[in-house]
């Protein structure tokens, strides 16, 4: 009997979901400036990658190079990315509009503690910050998930069990 492969896009899927679910209760909570909640999503989605390499490699009966286990664990990171970018286009402009203005909030606190930045040039950054946020949280989104899940992906191929010669059936 062979094994199904669970695919990328369902595995995207779900980390797609649980990351959304952990910024929607940030947003609720306003748990903005516990910087270290961060790294608890991006925590989940590295072990969501290495999981799901593990699983793949498990359900080919570790008949898998490398480079399979790591092309996998990326397309899984492209569905994750793809899912990202719409949920943060939506959320800014449609389901949280006044996200931005809380985090430009936070951005002008940060700025007034820098004792170089004048009024003047706080206003300036915020301005401009506030013109292109949403092509800088969509650029960050795909950026940040790729480079996360290249390493993740990596990771994953490098944990995940292969046979030596993948082209060789397994005898049991």
């Known amino acids: 009997m062979e094994n199904k492969i669970t695919s990328h896009i369902v595995k995207g899927v779900i980390l797609s979901t649980l ?35 593990v699983l793949f490699s498990n359900e080919s009966n570790h008949n898998v190079t490398f480079g399979n286990v790591f092309a996998h664990g990326f397309k899984t990171t492209s569905v994750v990315i793809v899912i990202t970018c719409v949920y943060t286009f939506l959320s800014m402009k449609f389901l949280f509009p006044d996200m931005v203005d809380k985090i430009l909030e936070m951005s002008r606190k940060q700025m007034e503690k820098n004792p ?17 946020f949403l092509p800088f949280a969509l650029g960050g ?32």
């Open 19 to 53: 990351s959304i679910v952990f910024s929607v209760i940030v947003y609720v909570f306003n748990l903005y400036e516990l910087t270290w909640l961060s790294w608890i999503n991006y925590l989940i989605f590295l072990g969501g990658l290495v999981y799901g390499a």
């Open 116 to 132: 170089k930045m004048t009024d003047e040039m706080i206003e300036q950054a915020i301005a401009m910050t506030k013109k292109y």
């Open 141 to 172: 989104a795909i950026i940040g998930t790729g480079i996360l899940g290249a390493l993740g992906s990596l990771l994953g191929a490098a944990i995940a069990k292969k046979n030596p010669n993948p082209f060789q059936d397994s005898i049991n």
